[in-house]
């Protein structure tokens, strides 16, 4: 069995920078990647419309400054194939791909306390032992199939938008169901529309969207960014949401009605998440979110013409951006279309998918394709979908049953040599994605140099830490909003899962400093041996 320095599991953002540095250390790593070639989320991730919703300035690697200086964003807002050429491109520049398998998933992983070695196993039948295992397994990237029955009956097409073929779906004359109103409905349905014949949007929850504002790049921008690229990315590393945004100096309680109008007004024609940044008191005050939210329904029924479906569409049953902030471009607009239907699942639910459509408590769709927009087992999904063992042989799923577990969101206890890239327990999904990638994945690979120049073999977070740690996590959402809603932040998405809210709310900032002064103080709350 081939025996190396580390397995990296992943060949998104994530997994492809720490392949990078750990190869740049002269260490061995092989990468395993259950896609066909790099890209991650942006590999599988093809749905019509799929776009991120960071802005594209800011949505790549800040260790390639002359990659970065030389790249052209069409957009504002990055399409999928755009984002995947740019993730393709630096896997060739740095000639990645020869470190990974790919068409290839990682099934099981154990630790072997008396060799220290991590034994991984795929579905390919490989196993390989290694010292380190990091799983880069992303945030998002297990697909969650609806619990309604007869999903597999339907004898047209079914798509899931975490699974879209390569080749793209044409729905030209068809008549088509999408179910779940998340970011990648929104996303999704408008384009989705210019095709269908009808469209029948199953909605069980409206979300809070804002509008994206995409446009193409605006090239005085872009050229400002770049004049003051490195002072950029050091003001992204170290705010709030990995991101150059300007963030929290305005109290929304403060403000008049008048002057809220005006500042929202402002905010809301800037669009996407800076419609949230500025705000200190919109994650704690129940009633400044509630005023924006109020003002964010208004927008809504300005643009849709049928009075009851804008009232539909209008988010009410949690506060403004606790669940993750949608952002649109016509998503609105799109119920103003003949063809386009919003089905109301509160008042009527589906009862069943069957052969030809989807039954509701009033009646049935039939219709040529489904599209599920579904989302993610969120944030632990990919991590227990690896039947992953530590040093006494318990498996990580069960560890974390009742909620993950961690020290810093990057290592369990029981779990030596395992870290985990924007786990549960740090900023990861609250921010610009690639700015705490790298924060992880630096850490990382101090962290493991550290070791190596001390000839440690061995690193495990105590339980005293994780206990604290954890503890720390929950009283930081606590203090917010963010509990209230049921949300894939807290598992709330999957039947049976533990309502546990996973990502840390203080931000990449504060994170940053604390795993930096971890590091500092000779990996406080580990036992390194
Ligand atoms: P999501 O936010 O979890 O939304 C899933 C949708 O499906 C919700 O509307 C949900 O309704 C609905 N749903 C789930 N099960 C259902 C059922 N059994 N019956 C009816 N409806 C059901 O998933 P997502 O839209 O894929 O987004 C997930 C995350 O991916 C986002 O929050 C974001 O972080 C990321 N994302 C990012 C971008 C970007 O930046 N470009 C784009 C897309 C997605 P309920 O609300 O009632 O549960």
Not at 63 to 74: G, K, N, S, T, V
Not at 340 to 348: E, G
Not at 349 to 366: L, Q, S
């Amino acid at each position: 069995m081939a025996e190396l320095d580390a397995v990296v599991v992943g060949a998104g953002f994530s997994g492809l920078y720490m392949t990078h540095l750990l190869r740049q250390r002269g260490l061995s790593a092989q990468g395993f990647e259950a896609g066909g070639d790099v890209g991650g989320t942006w590999y599988w991730n093809r749905y019509p419309g799929a776009r991120c919703d960071s802005e594209s300035l800011s949505y790549s690697y800040s260790f390639l400054p002359e990659i970065d200086l030389a790249w052209r964003w069409p957009e504002r807002y990055s399409e999928q194939p755009e984002i995947l050429k740019y993730i393709a491109h630096v896997a060739t520049a740095l000639d990645l791909r020869r470190h990974f398998r790919f068409d290839t998933r990682v099934t099981s992983a154990a630790f072997d306390g008396a060799a220290g070695l991590w034994t991984v196993g795929t579905d390919r039948d490989d196993r390989v032992a290694a010292r380190f295992l990091v799983m880069a397994t992303g945030c998002l990237s297990i697909p969650n199939w609806p619990a309604i029955d007869g999903v597999g009956a339907f004898r047209g097409d079914s798509f899931h938008t975490g699974l879209w073929p390569h080749g793209g779906v044409d729905f030209t004359g068809k008549r088509v169901a999408a179910i779940g109103t998340g970011s990648t409905g929104i996303q999704s349905i408008p384009r989705i529309a210019e095709q269908a014949d009808q469209l029948f949007v199953f909605q069980r929850t409206a979300n809070h969207c804002v509008p994206a504002q995409n446009r193409p790049m605006d090239a005085r921008t872009e050229r400002a960014y770049k004049a003051a690229w490195a002072e950029n990315r050091e003001k992204a590393r170290h705010s709030f949401a990995g991101d150059v945004a300007p963030e929290f100096y305005i109290d929304i309680m403060d403000l008049s009605d008048g002057e809220l109008e005006t500042e929202l007004d402002r905010t809301w024609a800037q669009g996407g998440f800076y419609t949230q940044y500025p705000y200190t008191d919109l994650f704690t005050s129940r009633e400044a979110n509630d005023r924006v939210a109020a003002y964010s329904r208004r927008r809504i029924r300005d643009r849709v013409n049928d009075p009851r479906a804008a009232e539909l569409l209008c988010a009410r049953d949690h506060p403004f951006g606790t669940k993750r902030l949608c952002a649109d471009t016509d998503y609105f607009e799109t119920f103003n279309e003949d063809h386009v239907h919003p089905v109301d699942l509160r008042a009527t639910p589906i009862r069943a998918i069957d052969e030809t459509g989807v039954a509701t408590a009033d009646r049935h769709y039939d219709v040529d394709a489904i599209v599920y927009a579904t989302g993610f087992n969120a944030m632990t999904g990919a991590l227990a979908s690896v039947d992953i063992r530590g040093a006494d042989g318990a498996p990580l799923r069960e560890v974390w049953a009742g909620g993950p577990v961690n020290y810093l969101g990057l290592a369990v206890a029981g779990f030596p040599n395992l870290f985990t890239v924007t786990g549960p327990g740090s900023p990861s999904v609250l921010c610009t994605m690639v700015s705490p990638i790298e924060q992880h994945v630096e850490w990382i690979d101090r962290c493991i140099a550290w070791m190596g120049d001390r000839g440690a073999t061995r690193i495990e977070a105590t339980g005293e830490a994780q206990a604290g740690w954890v503890r720390h996590v929950n009283e930081a959402a606590d203090a917010t909003l963010f509990p209230e809603a049921d949300s894939w932040y807290v598992g709330a998405n999957i039947p049976g899962k533990a309502r546990v809210f996973m990502p840390y709310v203080n931000g990449l900032k504060v994170y940053r400093d604390t795993c930096d002064a971890v590091a500092d103080d000779g990996y406080a709350g580990f036992a390194v041996s």
